[in-house]
């Protein structure tokens, strides 16, 4: 068992590499000049040459990129080009506030996926099976920017129930947890939640069909097991691959929750990878752009751990 996570450790490294050395080239490679943004229109050309300096625009891209990774592993990851604030500390803000809300709707999404997909896996060919599987494909079919829209019409615009966007009353980005911030979260979670949703009950749903079609659980009913024993094993059976789903959803949610945040004005690193992207700030980009690939990798390993000790199998 620890040799099969010091092995999945030692592999994350190379891909962790991997990543940042395609970050940097994304990012890099795409057409503007990033100190646009800052240089007025009659700037001179020795305070353009002072600012290509000063961002170390003027050396070669594998020097900037062998800086930029070392400055990273300090946990340095530059300066904002726009605010001239410190990159670490905005990214570690927004990933805080995407974290928060990005947990809160896999949860939603995993809970309601996970219930309709037993149901529809255990009703087969039923009602209820037909009924869950619709819902599912309407939650991944339906755009969640539009189905945000739609809900700050009908909860904010019309019922006034919750705020339509923000993290805070008057539009704050500080945080904490009282109902006046709570609330904030509540539509852009649930919007958010729609498309894990859908993946998980469909998902759920073959493994469960899979799952009751199997021998072992005809063996287990001649047994005299209860209905309630079997769903157990079912449970036991489904859950390393609906554990992986999730894992793999939460991590899809913080890296690409972008039209969500901006439809609520959210401040996580979606709405801050919107404002870097037009604003052309570099540094601000590819460290944003690093710390959510960085989290997806982790994330999955993390994944590859629970479903290891659920499953002894997978280490085998």
């Keep these: 068992m620890i040799a099969f996570l010091l092995r ?10 991997g990543v940042a050395l395609v ?5 890099h490679l795409s057409p503007g000049d990033p100190l646009v943004s800052i240089l007025p ?10 600012l290509i300096r000063l961002y170390g625009f003027d050396r070669s891209y594998p020097e900037q990129f062998a800086s930029w990774v070392w400055r ?4 340095d990851l530059g300066t904002s080009i726009a605010s001239g604030r410190a990159v670490t500390e905005e990214v570690f803000r927004a990933v805080g506030n995407t974290l928060r809300l990005a947990v809160l709707a896999t949860l939603i999404g995993f809970v309601f996926g996970c219930l309709f997909g037993f149901v529809a896996g255990y009703f087969q060919n039923s009602w209820l099976d037909k009924a869950a599987s619709l819902t599912s494909v309407l939650g991944v079919s339906v755009p969640h920017y539009w189905l945000g829209m739609l809900m700050v019409i009908v909860f904010s615009a019309t019922l006034a129930w ?36 859908g993946i ?13 079609a199997q ?3 005809v063996g287990l009913r001649a047994k005299g097991l209860t209905d309630l024993g079997v769903f157990g094993h079912v449970v036991k059976n489904a859950a390393p691959t609906a554990l992986a789903v999730m894992g793999l959803q939460l991590g899809y949610l913080l890296g690409g929750s972008i039209l969500i945040e901006t439809v609520f004005s959210w401040p996580g690193t979606g709405f801050l990878l919107n404002s870097a992207i037009f604003q052309r700030d570099l540094p601000l980009l590819q460290g944003t752009i690093l710390v959510l690939a960085l989290f997806f990798v982790v994330l999955n390993l993390v994944v590859d751990v629970i479903q290891t000790l659920l499953d002894p199998r997978i280490s085998r």
């Design 8 to 17: 999945r450790v030692v592999y994350t490294l190379p891909i962790m590499l």
């Design 23 to 27: 970050c940097f080239a994304l990012v």
């Design 41 to 50: 229109p009659d700037a001179s050309a020795e305070l353009q040459q002072q």
């Design 72 to 75: 990273a592993l300090q946990g």
């Design 162 to 197: 919750l705020p339509p966007g923000g993290a805070g009353p008057g539009g704050s980005g500080d945080w904490a947890w009282d109902w006046a911030h709570v609330q904030h979260m509540i539509l852009p979670a649930i919007t958010m939640s729609v498309i894990p949703m």
């Design 200 to 212: 998980i009950a469909r998902t759920v749903r073959a493994l469960v069909a899979e799952i009751l």
């Design 215 to 217: 021998e072992f659980i």
